[in-house]
């Protein structure tokens, strides 16, 4: 009879496992009511062990939020085919199962968790945003964005922040329905911009001019016709 033999872990192998597992508890209750004697017991160690590879809960929040941070801006990544709207549609979904996910640890890191005040946290938090406008900006094959565009996309990555954390309060309108939402938003923050700023215009023209009928930014377009009339 072969008995098994638990396999020692290796330092790094022991770091990813305690931030896998405190990313599971942090996604079911925020960071704040998560102990370490909790992270422990889930990772199957003693408490002094965890100790031994993070100093405290701060820097184990951090590093979970660094892999948190990394998996949330990756899903702002999408290929450059299609239209935009469709492309966005796709942004936002991804984004809402990032949401879905990890619910309670998004809220307390969009809204101030154990790790308020922390520089690593504030930064991870903005490369997180800066990724999303980077990628907005090579969606619209735009280098070099006019005050009003950038002024349009961080408001809009903003929007789609505080979007999430309001649906997670009691998620009483259906996500599917906001993932577009977002999506017109964008179109229509980018329409009232073009009203006012020529080069604006050009890049809303640029938008639409490949977008399908039954596409988002279509979609918009009737409904705001419809409403008009």
């Given at each position: 009879?072969?008995?098994?033999?638990?396999?020692?872990?290796?330092?790094?192998?022991?770091?990813?496992?305690?931030?896998?597992?405190?990313l599971e508890?942090?996604?079911?209750?925020?960071?704040?009511?998560?102990?370490?004697?909790?992270?422990?017991?889930?990772?199957?160690?003693?408490?002094?062990?965890?100790?031994?590879?993070?100093?405290?809960?701060?820097?184990?929040?951090?590093?979970?939020?660094?892999?948190?941070?990394?998996?949330?801006a990756a899903?702002?990544?999408?290929?450059?085919?299609?239209?935009?709207g469709a492309?966005?549609?796709?942004?936002?979904?991804?984004?809402?199962?990032?949401?879905?996910?990890?619910?309670?640890?998004?809220?307390?890191?969009?809204?101030?968790?154990?790790?308020?005040?922390?520089?690593?946290?504030?930064?991870?938090?903005?490369?997180?945003?800066?990724?999303?406008?980077?990628?907005?900006?090579?969606?619209?094959?735009?280098?070099?964005?006019?005050?009003?565009?950038?002024?349009?996309?961080?408001?809009?990555?903003?929007?789609?922040?505080?979007?999430?954390?309001?649906?997670?309060?009691?998620?009483?309108?259906?996500?599917?329905?906001?993932?577009?939402?977002?999506?017109?938003?964008?179109?229509?923050?980018?329409?009232?911009?073009?009203?006012?700023?020529?080069?604006?215009?050009?890049?809303?023209?640029?938008?639409?001019?490949?977008?399908?009928?039954?596409?988002?930014?279509?979609?918009?377009?009737?409904?705001?016709?419809?409403?008009?009339?």
């Open positions: 009879m072969t008995i098994g033999v638990r396999r020692r872990l290796g330092v790094d192998e022991r770091r990813q496992q305690l931030i896998g597992v405190a508890l942090f996604s079911r209750r925020s960071p704040d009511d998560v102990s370490i004697d909790e992270i422990a017991s889930a990772a199957g160690i003693s408490r002094p062990l965890v100790y031994h590879y993070f100093p405290g809960k701060l820097s184990l929040y951090e590093a979970a939020l660094k892999r948190a941070s990394d998996d949330l899903r702002f990544a999408e290929p450059h085919d299609g239209p935009l492309r966005l549609l796709r942004v936002m979904h991804r984004f809402f199962d990032f949401v879905d996910e990890h619910g309670p640890g998004f809220s307390a890191l969009m809204r101030g968790g154990p790790a308020v005040g922390s520089s690593t946290t504030n930064a991870l938090i903005n490369s997180v945003r800066q990724a999303a406008y980077d990628q907005m900006l090579s969606h619209l094959d735009i280098e070099n964005p006019p005050a009003r565009l950038e002024l349009i996309v961080r408001s809009w990555i903003s929007l789609a922040e505080s979007t999430a954390l309001i649906w997670l309060d009691g998620r009483r309108i259906p996500r599917a329905e906001l993932e577009n939402q977002l999506v017109h938003d964008f179109g229509a923050l980018a329409a009232v911009s073009a009203a006012y700023d020529e080069e604006m215009a050009a890049v809303v023209r640029r938008m639409l001019k490949d977008e399908p009928a039954d596409g988002p930014f279509g979609d918009l377009v009737a409904r705001l016709i419809a409403l008009s009339s």
